[in-house]
Each structure stands twice: as structure tokens, then as C-alpha cells.
């Protein structure tokens, strides 16, 4: 494997994959992990997140050899493009990788950065872990309720990115069609109109499906919800549901429920080895994420719902600043905190770290390092805890100290230390 200009660690090994059918890895004590900082303030957290993922490897008798990646404003420093293709190709290579924010310029050929990146890698589960650490300001009153997991799908609905302009040929040819040979005339609005078209597909909802049941019962969740408003568009989101549905009884049948049988079989009582499989419209969801968020385990829905309901719960515990997020593929991850570039902040060793992080934290429990991923939360907690935070928290907490993003990177490491 040779690279024009990313180099290749000589102190690592790559990440090959033990099991074609299942996406099983074989690691290496020392992996190598590509890693693309990021634009904006990626140039602030994405080392510092490399010094705590390094301070957990090294803690557990492991190491990281990170290979350093270019995409957004680096890229274009070093390549003349956003998004090249040896980029791209050592992500795939990997398999393992770490990503900071990145920002699409206007008029770059891409309408998102992260959204081509996923799709050229074939990221079909986009995964977000939502839970409280103690000392977090919240906004709501229990905050400590939500430990909720929510796997959106990564590659269609609207996402997809299949729409044209209005007042252009295009849009008038794709109202003609929708009209005239389809026959749904009169339900476009005269004028200028843009179209867009929202793919769902059988094989795309039910890879995703297959992926958060696996992660439910690997992991002792109690129950998967499926996110729709299958109510209004019967082809698209109420087939999501029902694909989802055969998945659980097709395939896991021994090890799932229905809500249905839970009451009507169970009175309400799960057994211990079932899996509850339910539904719930996409707006009601957003509101029992507030009111019956403790229901609530593993959520599993198209783009666009994936995208609402994670940054809401995300709000209920803190914000995007401390939300982790990975991207999952076939025997491939690409790990990314969920928030932006904040490109106002870039450079001034200010902003809080921790989402970074704890997307460094979810790279490592794939890799199969669940007692380094352990040892990352327990420090950011307990960081988080002490008062001596980044300026987003320490302004909320009531006698707290502000620290730079170095700073409480430094100390996290730390406390890693202290805890090994």
C-alpha cells in the first residue's frame, strides 16, 4: 500500500478482517488508525482526543499507531480537492478510523463532506450512544433517564440528494411525470417548484435493522424502536416499519417480541431473554424522548428521523459538545463526533473536547478494547465532575474553573492514569 502523501506508520500493523459474512476484525496490538482532525476546531479536539485514546491503549498494555488523513480545508492545502481519493482508500484499507468535523465549502461538488465520505465508504449505520455523565448541566430534570442508542440509516432517504430546481427543465420534466404519467395531477403547486425524490429500499432498511438488533442483544438492551411517520407516507417510512418488522421475526424470532405479545402474551412483563421489538411515529417520538424517556433503549430509523431524534435526546444530556457518534459498515467504522466546525473558535485551544473523545471511546470498543473504552467515560466523568472544565461548561457550573482544550485533555490522561 503506497500513498502519494499520507504516510504509513512503520511502528503499526493493519486491521484485516477474520470473518468476510459477519464483519468480524482481527486487531492488532498496535493498529494502525487513520485520523483526519478536521476543519475549524477539528485542529483543537482531534489532538487532544489523540492524547486520551493514546493514554487509554498505553493504560491496558495496548498502543496506537495514528496515521494522519486529509479531507476539507487540509486537503485542499495538500491536494487542491476536498475530498481525495487515497483518503477514501486508506479509510477502507484500515477499516478503523476517526474523524473530526469537517465543513463543505459552497461550490464544492459535494453537498456534505461527511455525507460523501459515508457513502463512498459504504457507512450504512450512522450510530449515536446518548447518556448522561454526572455533572453535566442538562436542561431537563432527570437527565440521568436517557441511555438510549439511535441507528440511523446513512445512504437513502432524502439524503440520497436526488432533487432538482426550481425553474429549471429538470423540475418541470419531473412535475410532468408525476402528473401526467403518474397521475397526480393538480398536487403540485403551479410555478416554480422544486422536487426531490425520498428512496427507501428493502435491502437498505433491513441491513440497518439487522445492525441495531445485533447491537440490543450484544449489549442486554431491552427493547428496539422503530422511528417512522409511516402514518402519511405509506411507501417509504411504513415500509421501513414493516421491513423491520419481518427482519425480527424472519431472523430473530427465538430472541424477539412484538409489543403486541408483550401485553398480550406477557401482561406487560418482558422475559429476561426477550428482545421487545415496537414502533413509534416519528413526532410522538420526539415528545416521549422527554415524557417516558427510560422506555426507550435502541432506536432504528431512515435518514433524515436518525438525524431529528439524536440531536434532540442529544439535548437532553448536555448537547452536541459532549454527543459521540460512529459510523458503521461491513466490517469498517468511522468514528465522528457530532458536532460542527465551529470555524470562529479554530485555533484558540478553547472548546470542549469531549465529544471527540467519547467518538474515540466508541472507535475503541469496536476494536474490541472495551476496558480502554471503560477507562476513557470514567475520566471524562469524573473530569467533568471536579469543576475544571472547557468555557461551555464551567460558565453553566457554579464555581467551576475554565481550562483550555489542551488542558483538560492533559488532564483526562490523568485521571486515565490514576484509574489504570
Not at 349 to 361: E, H, W, Y
Request: charged share 30%.
Amino acid at each position: 500500500m503506497s500513498y502519494d502523501i499520507a504516510e504509513v506508520p512503520e511502528d503499526g500493523e493493519r486491521i484485516t478482517v477474520a470473518d468476510e459474512e459477519s464483519g468480524e476484525l482481527s486487531v492488532p496490538e498496535t493498529p494502525i488508525i487513520p485520523i483526519i482532525h478536521g476543519d475549524g476546531i477539528g485542529t483543537d479536539v482531534g489532538p487532544a482526543a489523540q492524547k486520551v485514546l493514546d493514554a487509554a491503549a498505553d493504560a491496558t498494555g495496548r498502543s496506537i499507531a495514528w496515521m494522519r488523513l486529509y479531507a476539507g480545508q487540509s486537503a485542499r492545502d495538500r491536494y487542491d480537492e476536498n475530498l481525495p481519493e487515497e483518503t477514501v482508500r486508506a479509510i477502507r484499507e484500515h477499516r478503523v478510523a476517526i474523524k473530526g468535523p469537517l465543513t463543505t465549502p459552497v461550490g464544492s461538488g459535494f453537498r456534505s463532506l461527511n455525507v460523501a465520505l459515508r457513502k463512498k465508504l459504504d457507512l450504512f449505520a450512522n450510530v449515536r450512544p446518548t447518556y448522561y455523565l454526572d455533572g453535566v448541566p442538562s436542561p431537563v430534570k432527570d437527565p440521568e433517564e436517557m441511555d438510549m442508542v439511535t441507528f440511523r440509516e446513512n445512504t437513502e432517504d432524502v439524503y440520497a440528494g436526488i432533487e432538482w430546481e426550481a425553474g429549471t427543465e429538470d423540475a418541470e420534466r419531473a412535475r410532468e411525470f408525476v402528473e401526467e404519467e403518474m397521475g397526480y395531477e393538480g398536487t403540485i403547486h403551479e410555478g416554480p417548484v422544486g422536487i426531490g425524490v425520498k428512496p427507501i429500499s428493502e435491502f437498505g432498511t433491513k441491513r440497518l435493522v439487522r445492525e441495531a438488533i445485533d447491537y440490543a442483544l450484544a449489549n442486554d438492551r431491552d427493547s428496539v424502536t422503530f422511528v417512522h411517520k409511516g402514518n402519511i407516507m405509506k411507501f417509504t417510512e411504513a415500509a421501513f416499519r414493516d421491513w423491520g418488522y419481518e427482519v425480527a421475526e424472519e431472523e430473530y424470532g427465538d430472541e424477539t417480541i412484538t409489543e403486541d405479545e408483550l401485553w398480550d402474551e406477557y401482561d406487560g412483563e418482558a422475559p429476561e431473554d426477550k428482545l421487545v421489538v415496537k414502533d413509534r411515529i416519528a413526532d410522538n417520538m420526539l415528545q416521549q424522548l422527554l415524557t417516558r424517556t427510560s422506555q426507550y433503549d435502541v432506536l432504528a430509523m431512515p435518514n433524515l428521523n436518525g438525524d431529528y431524534l439524536s440531536d434532540s435526546a442529544g439535548a437532553q444530556i448536555g448537547g452536541l459538545g459532549i454527543a459521540p457518534g460512529v459510523n458503521f459498515g461491513q466490517g469498517m467504522a468511522l468514528a465522528e463526533p457530532v458536532h460542527g466546525s465551529a470555524p470562529k473558535y479554530a485555533g484558540e485551544d478553547k472548546v470542549n473536547p469531549t465529544a471527540m473523545i467519547l467518538s474515540g471511546r466508541e472507535m475503541l470498543d469496536y476494536l474490541g478494547w472495551s476496558d480502554a473504552a471503560d477507562l476513557v467515560r470514567d475520566a471524562i466523568e469524573a473530569q467533568i465532575e471536579s469543576g475544571r472544565v472547557t468555557y461551555d461548561l464551567e460558565r453553566q457550573i457554579e464555581g467551576g474553573e475554565r481550562l483550555a482544550t489542551s488542558e483538560f485533555a492533559e488532564e483526562v490522561v490523568e485521571r486515565i492514569d490514576d484509574l489504570a
